[in-house]
């Protein structure tokens, strides 16, 4: 089965659980909160969160006024997503049903991590296309060099593809893709996360 279904497959089956155990975990992320509130106060129009997952990435970023669409691979992710923003469709990030330059603001929180390395430069192309001059995307990552396959995720057996990029791999892409980079940090994680350091890009479309 192609990458992207297997993607969409697991995170149908995880949807449910994916919901209860990550809605609230903002409250315990301080950077994030401060990254996801930047981006919103900056937004200018609508903001596309990518790999939306359940939608409460998106939601806070809704709180501030803005409109938020979802895009997610996964059917019962997309629809969970809707429930908390202002619309959801089901799309790989490759491939935005969004016209050229329609989008003020991106987020992309934990999602380009599901794709195969090499198809890093045509997500960030992608994603250049559809925002307007001056647009920013906000990019959340894990750090590492891996690329691993997930047999079980939230007490479900899956069948999921998991890659870790380095900071330096991450803003290569970017600038290959037409961004100039504003900040590229890592923080080590919180105590409720897994071990791998955590990866931020904010980007201006060039
Ligand atoms: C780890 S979850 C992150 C969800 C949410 N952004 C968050 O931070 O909790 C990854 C999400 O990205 C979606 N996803 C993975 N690969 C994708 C792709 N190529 N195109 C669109 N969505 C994708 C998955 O279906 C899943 O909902």
Same mark, same amino acid.
């Given at each position: 089965?192609?990458?992207?279904?297997?993607?969409? %497959?697991?995170?149908?089956?995880?949807a449910a659980d994916y919901d209860e155990q990550f809605r609230d975990e903002l409250d315990s992320k301080p950077r994030d909160c401060e990254l996801l509130d930047g981006l919103a106060v900056r937004a200018s129009g609508v903001v596309l969160d990518i790999g939306s997952g359940p939608g409460h990435i998106g939601a806070r970023i809704r709180?501030?006024?803005?409109?938020?669409?979802?895009?997610?691979? $996964?059917?019962?992710?997309?629809?969970?997503?809707? *429930? *908390?923003?202002?619309?959801?469709?089901?799309? /790989?990030?490759?491939?935005?049903?969004?016209?050229?330059?329609?989008?003020?603001?991106?987020?992309?929180?934990?999602?380009?991590?599901? +794709?195969? %390395?090499?198809? +890093?430069?045509?997500?960030?192309? /992608?994603?250049?296309?559809?925002?307007?001059?001056?647009?920013?995307?906000?990019? $959340?990552?894990?750090?590492?060099?891996?690329?691993?396959?997930?047999?079980?995720?939230?007490?479900?057996?899956?069948?999921?593809?998991?890659?870790?990029? $380095?900071?330096?791999? +991450?803003?290569?892409?970017?600038?290959?893709?037409?961004?100039?980079?504003?900040?590229? /940090?890592?923080?080590?994680?919180?105590?409720?996360?897994?071990?791998?350091? %955590?990866?931020?890009? /904010?980007?201006?479309?060039?």
């Open positions: 089965m192609a990458w992207d279904r297997r993607t969409a %497959r697991t995170y149908d089956t995880v709180a501030h006024g803005r409109p938020v669409l979802a895009v997610d691979v $996964s059917l019962a992710m997309a629809a969970a997503a809707a *429930r *908390r923003l202002d619309a959801a469709v089901v799309a /790989e990030m490759a491939h935005l049903p969004v016209g050229a330059e329609a989008i003020s603001d991106i987020v992309a929180f934990y999602s380009i991590v599901h +794709l195969p %390395r090499p198809r +890093l430069a045509d997500a960030l192309r /992608e994603f250049a296309r559809v925002l307007e001059p001056g647009g920013h995307a906000l990019l $959340s990552a894990h750090e590492g060099t891996e690329d691993v396959t997930v047999v079980e995720f939230l007490g479900h057996q899956v069948d999921l593809s998991a890659t870790f990029f $380095s900071l330096d791999e +991450l803003v290569a892409a970017a600038l290959g893709a037409g961004f100039t980079v504003a900040s590229a /940090e890592r923080r080590a994680p919180y105590g409720n996360e897994g071990p791998n350091n %955590r990866l931020y890009l /904010e980007l201006e479309k060039r």
